[in-house]
């Protein structure tokens, strides 16, 4: 059994600090796991808590993490905690295989926050139709070019989106443009 981390980190590999961050984590169970998940502790902010928790029975030989939320990270770190068997005297792992990939262009994104600008009259948390649907139409750009083959798209049109952005403008200075 075990958990399984994601997280940033712009400092060079030290496997000594990255073990040290986690240490914390060393006694725990699964109870402990569903407790944390339960109780909404599970915050997207923090990348030093745990995003999925895993358990072999005595006769599996593979398993498949669900993870509880998606990260976008730089490291992954699976902490094992428990044998099979209480018997065990050591741990043995022949294989550890994942699964993701890697968003070229995210970059640009940042740069769709100076297509919109600041409308009249929004506070400072506030974002204008414009650069919503701007920002909603790179997100898809990214989906369909690295999930095509997993996503339909079927439903998709610019009639969509244009009535979307009409939408977005009727009710300009309005809630909408405080989420």
Same mark, same amino acid.
């Given at each position: ?36 998940? !339960? /109780? ?28 509880? !939320? ?14 099979? !068997?209480?018997?065990?005297?050591? %741990? ?18 940042? /740069? %769709? ?32 070019? /690295? ?33």
């Amino acid at each position: 059994c075990g958990l399984v981390f994601a997280y940033m980190e712009e400092e060079s590999f030290d496997a000594e600090k990255h073990f040290k961050r986690f240490k914390k984590y060393d006694s725990w169970n699964y109870k402990d796991y569903k407790e944390f998940v !339960q /109780d909404g502790k599970l915050s997207a902010q923090s990348e030093d808590e745990p995003i999925g928790w895993f358990e072999l029975e005595e006769d599996w030989n593979d398993v498949e993490i669900k993870l509880q !939320q998606c990260r976008v990270a730089k490291f992954l770190m699976v902490k094992f905690l428990c044998t099979r !068997q209480d018997s065990a005297e050591r %741990l043995g792992v022949q294989n550890l295989s994942f699964s993701g990939y890697l968003c070229p262009g995210t970059e640009r994104l940042v /740069d %769709l926050d100076d297509l919109g600008g600041q409308g009249d009259g929004l506070d400072q948390n506030g974002v204008t139709g414009l650069c919503l649907l701007n920002k909603t139409l790179f997100f898809v750009q990214q989906l369909t070019r /690295d999930m095509k083959y997993l996503l339909d798209f079927s439903g998709l049109s610019l009639n969509l989106f244009w009535n979307f952005y009409n939408k977005l403008r009727e009710s300009e200075g309005e809630e909408v443009l405080k989420s």
